[in-house]
């Protein structure tokens, strides 16, 4: 039985809510398969700009890279909402990516049979949907520099800069190729090739790489038209890649196909061992959540899920990431909602309530 330590990184809102969900849920797996779990647990974000007047310590930094897995809550709020601010939450999670060479984010979009009725689209569209999307970390837009405001002839103006290497694009497309083997054998490379230069090496790298990979459906599609796929035909996709700016974009619209932020996990995951585990920061989607931070209505799935994706990719427990999951469905199928998912005439659990009912069914 296996002796593993976690880095607990709550953060603001209702990050810490759900991250004491999370934890809660690795302590009954490790109940259940006979494993130890070793927590330790920092501040990041807003409430480290207050403790530290930084969002984001080396102390933390180096916490992360002695753990074997890091959970992630969320970070921000009004309190440290200026854009323009020289600290910002924000940096806390673009410094740990960088810090701990988290080059990939992995976010699958997996519809339940027991929500259709809960989304905006068609029950008959979202049939089959079970999509994986590998949005590139730590290149792009978000990280190339020159990144400034000028003043040109008087007037303000402003630059970013999309960059790319090939390397960075290559790994990116031998991850989505393998992980598509394990899938359902087909990969899809989203990019905007007919007007970005960067678009157009990523292209290029990534058709150098696909004979590799002979066995997997391969094809490639300009971003703009997967904004209308994924809505359009969600089923028709398993694995998709795509750089950064993209990925922030495509993988907020597809989460929105099982009808809530609040369902959706993420793992960020960067060099692998050669049995295809490695440090990752494990990351519901649904962000900090101010409004309804502290009143027990934040809805754990997400972090639970996350939890399932740190046993599978960092700890190579599939037996039980395969038990945790199997627990959130049955707990779903039986009937367990928070307010974010609950029709009409049913009862909305607590953040509490609804972990429990997931819990319970782990025996």
Not at 132 to 155: A, H, M, N
Not at 184 to 201: C, F, H, I, P, Y
Not at 225 to 232: E, G, K
Not at 347 to 354: C, K, P, V
Request: proline share 4%; charged share 25%.
């Amino acid at each position: 039985m296996g002796n593993y330590r976690i880095l607990s990184l709550p953060g603001d809102g209702i990050g810490p809510e759900v991250t004491a969900e999370g934890v809660r849920a690795l302590e009954a797996i490790g109940r259940k398969f006979g494993h130890t779990f070793e927590f330790t647990e920092d501040l990041v974000g807003g409430i480290a700009i207050d403790t530290y007047g930084i969002a984001l310590r080396q102390e933390t930094i180096d916490a992360a890279l002695a753990s074997d897995a890091v959970l992630w809550g969320a970070v921000g709020g009004p309190k440290w909402d200026n854009p323009r601010a020289a600290v910002r939450p924000e940096q806390a999670i673009l410094g740990i990516r960088q810090a701990l060479g988290l080059w990939a984010n992995l976010r699958p979009a997996k519809v339940d049979a027991a929500l259709v009725e809960n989304s905006t689209i068609k029950a008959e569209v979202l049939d089959g949907v079970d999509v994986l999307i590998i949005r590139e970390l730590t290149g792009g837009i978000y990280f190339g520099k020159p990144q400034e405001r000028r003043t040109v002839e008087g007037r303000r103006a402003a630059v970013d800069t999309m960059f790319y290497t090939e390397d960075e694009v290559a790994r990116m497309a031998h991850l989505g190729f393998q992980l598509a083997r394990a899938r359902r054998n087909k990969l899809t490379s989203v990019d905007k090739a007919n007007v970005l230069e960067t678009s157009r090496l990523w292209r290029e790298v990534v058709a150098e790489v696909r004979p590799e990979y002979p066995d997997v459906e391969f094809e490639n599609v300009l971003v703009d038209a997967m904004s209308m796929h994924l809505i359009r035909r969600p089923s028709n996709f398993d694995v998709i890649i795509t750089e950064n700016l993209f990925g922030d974009i495509l993988t907020d619209e597809a989460s929105m196909l099982s009808g809530s932020l609040g369902m959706a996990p993420s793992a960020s995951l960067g060099a692998m061992r050669p049995d295809g585990t490695g440090l990752g920061m494990y990351e519901p989607i649904h962000g900090s959540a101010p409004d309804i931070a502290g009143k027990g209505l934040a809805n754990p799935i997400g972090m639970l899920r996350c939890a399932a994706l740190l046993l599978r990719h960092s700890l190579g427990l599939e037996a039980e990431a395969v038990a945790l999951e199997t627990a959130v469905t049955e707990a779903i199928n039986a009937g367990a909602r928070t307010a974010d998912i609950v029709r009409p005439g049913e009862q909305a659990l607590s953040t509490r309530e609804m972990a429990e009912a997931v819990l319970s069914r782990l025996g």
